[in-house]
């Protein structure tokens, strides 16, 4: 393991304590839901952003249910669960709550946390043409009424130079985080899926600041780590993640894939892959963010016109290719419609191209844990053997 | 030691279900011993009472074992086993065993119901397993079966006394006993709610067989279920296919499957060790 992760560990320790001294002072602590929120307009004005949302325990989702149905998202379940329990430090030292909104689901649960527990919030609509000029026009204006909104709650204006500064910044924190990624595309990586995501996760709640420094310093600790052959490619099976949010506290899925052996080699995640990649602000100006934002490879709850334009299964080709996944792990999150809707679309284009793909519908109960052991062991079996044949094949040709 | 005489090998496969454990003992590519057993409270222990119990009825001790493979919900407590397979990857081998040209498995067991795609080798090409709960399975019919009072040998026979099927909307396990009782309670003939109740499973499993997209070749029907007549001629109707059932019983495929892959197994790892 990686030295610089326990620094991560130790950040967020301190962290809680922080904002709380921060609050004290006066500083304003910005909640976020979704991944179409300029972070850099809410940090260039001083305010502090907070990535939020949580997975993973069942009891806390139940909480939520008195508020939603259990026939609703298990993820927003528990994050309206979460703030009920009132114990998280992020969700206690949050003091607006902004979301772009994208899913339905996420949209409700933030009416949920203004109607029932007071909490201020802050709306920035997406639309649904993204694609056209009229919805880059759109976004343009929702962008900068949302920036005077945030101007108000700061109680400063937006600075040029400063915004220049939390751009470069941010820009500075994904090419580090992509850096950190790609190792997972090496036969052996001296970092797991597991720990980017545990990195990348950490970048949610430490000041920008603080996650870029510990991403460097991740970076020069790995450029020197000597990776010493512990399994034969040919007999480690590399799967891609994809589908719903897994957000921070869900390890349901990896434990397994864990436990039985599988590398994750890559995931198009919108709590992983997709926070960084696919991203480029072209001006650091409220508009250049904007464009930026909106063009980023979209969330499954967004409409995709053309399936050749659709970026979304772009970014899962290329990674299939670059990072030389066996198959894919479609992970849908039960009522997660958005993906859910797409599984058989997925399936038939990686089908076509002769690349495994499993779908694990799942919530975060335990209940289905020797199930999904089956069904990823028996798509293990199935690519094992295929790569035994390819190899076959390969060594019979060069007798 | 692992070898009777010389040159013969034997091999064993078991299958832990959630209902019964099955095993089967290969002497070569032959079936000579089988035994099925209840799945106990004790996993590991009910494997090894079925594996015993085939050995016995094969006439050979665990020692002239070459190589044995587990599977089914219970192989992760299977110590005797010198591998472990999932029921999905044995399966497929066991249907291929009795049908060279299958192409396509419908399981029904205990607990789960999957549809399974073959390539022309017998190897998993795609496959789909039920969610967690126990509609379209055997448990689903046993419960069914006890809210009529009835077994489920006899739950099978009752479907030819209907003349016809009467509407069943629940396949949930626990809406659909509330649902045979009502029916009953309102004077419906028990073969014709019977035979709606295998309509029901039938739909639901077909919805499963759809997914993996197989049109042509030779479908078998595996699994403790595929003994239930109405249920397979339910199916094989709203299927509009023929539905192949091997005569050693369905129930021990994922058992067979597992013996041919101890003997696959064994023989690459013996070559390997030659080559």
């Known amino acids: 393991m990686p030295e610089t992760l326990k620094r991560f560990e130790e950040a967020l320790e301190h962290r809680p304590g922080e904002l709380v001294e921060a609050r004290q002072n006066g500083k304003k602590v910005v909640g976020v839901f979704c991944c179409y929120t300029p972070l850099e307009i809410i940090h260039s004005l001083g305010l502090i952003p907070l990535k939020l949302g949580w997975g993973g325990d069942d009891e806390l989702a139940e909480q939520g249910i008195e508020y939603i149905t259990n026939i609703q998202c298990p993820y927003v379940r528990q994050t309206i669960g979460v703030f009920k329990e009132g114990k998280n430090p992020y969700a206690v030292n949050t003091d607006v709550i902004t979301i772009s909104a994208v899913c339905l689901q996420e949209y409700r649960m933030v009416e949920v946390l203004r109607y029932y527990f007071g909490k201020e919030t802050l709306t920035l609509s997406v639309p649904k043409n993204y694609y056209l000029p009229e919805g880059k026009e759109f976004f343009e204006k929702e962008v900068e009424g949302f920036t005077a909104e945030l101007e108000k709650i700061a109680g400063r204006k937006l600075d040029p130079d400063l915004l220049r500064a939390s751009v470069d910044l941010y820009a500075d924190i994904r090419n580090n985080t992509a850096e950190i990624y790609d190792y997972l595309a090496l036969d052996y990586s001296p970092i797991t899926w597991k720990q980017v995501i545990t990195v990348i996760h950490a970048g949610f709640y430490l000041s920008p600041e603080k996650h870029l420094s510990l991403l460097k310093e991740l970076n020069s600790e790995l450029k020197t780590i000597q990776m010493s052959e512990k399994v034969r490619p040919i007999n480690s099976v590399r799967l891609m993640i994809s589908g719903s949010i897994i957000a921070p506290g869900n390890t349901k899925i990896i434990d397994v894939l864990e436990e039985l052996g599988v590398t994750v080699v890559a995931d198009d995640i919108c709590s992983g892959q997709r926070t960084f990649a696919g991203f480029t602000v072209k001006e650091p100006t409220l508009a250049g963010l904007a464009e930026a934002y909106l063009d980023r490879i979209p969330c499954a709850a967004q409409l995709y016109p053309d399936q050749k334009t659709d970026k979304r299964l772009e970014n899962i080709f290329r990674q299939i290719k670059d990072h030389r996944a066996d198959g894919v792990l479609y992970h849908t999150l039960r009522f997660c419609d958005p993906y859910t809707f797409r599984v058989q679309e997925n399936k038939e284009l990686l089908d076509a191209k002769d690349i495994p793909f499993l779908q694990l519908h799942t919530d975060y109960g335990a209940n289905d844990i020797g199930q999904l052991h089956t069904r990823i062991q028996a798509q293990m079996e199935i690519i094992k053997r295929r790569k035994k044949e390819v190899h076959h094949a390969r060594s019979q040709k060069a007798v | ?275």
């Open chain 2, 1 to 275: 030691m692992g070898q009777k005489s010389e040159g013969t090998f034997y091999f064993a496969g078991v299958d832990i279900g959630s209902n019964s454990a099955k095993s089967v003992i290969l002497k070569d590519e032959q079936i000579i011993g089988q035994a099925i057993v209840p799945t106990k409270a004790d996993v590991e222990k009910s494997g090894k009472a079925a594996l015993f119990a085939a050995l016995e009825s094969a006439g050979i001790s665990a020692e002239d074992l070459s190589y044995t493979v587990a599977t089914g919900y219970g192989r992760i407590s299977a110590s005797y086993a010198d591998e472990v397979i999932t029921e999905i990857t044995c399966h497929a081998k066991g249907a291929h065993y009795f049908f060279p040209n299958a192409t396509a498995i419908i399981d029904i067991g205990g607990q789960d119901s999957k549809a399974i795609k073959l390539d022309h080798h017998g190897n998993v090409a795609d496959f789909v397993m039920n969610d967690k709960c126990a509609a379209g399975t055997g448990k689903f019919l046993e419960v069914i079966a006890r809210a009529l009072e009835v077994s489920i040998d006899d739950l099978s026979l009752k479907t030819l006394a209907g003349d016809f099927a009467c509407p069943i909307n629940s396949t949930c396990a626990i809406f659909a006993e509330s649902e045979v009782i009502s029916l009953l309670a309102s004077g419906e003939k028990e073969a014709n709610i019977v035979k709606g109740l295998h309509y029901a499973v039938a739909k639901r499993v077909s919805t499963l067989f759809s997914r993996i997209g197989s049109k042509d070749g030779e479908k078998v029907f595996t699994g403790g279920v595929a003994k239930n007549a109405g249920l397979r001629s339910a199916l094989e109707e709203v299927l509009g296919t023929t539905l192949l059932v091997s005569l050693v019983d369905p129930q021990l495929n994922g058992a067979v499957g597992a013996a041919i892959l101890a003997r696959t197994n064994k023989l690459e790892e013996l070559e390997y060790e030659h080559a």
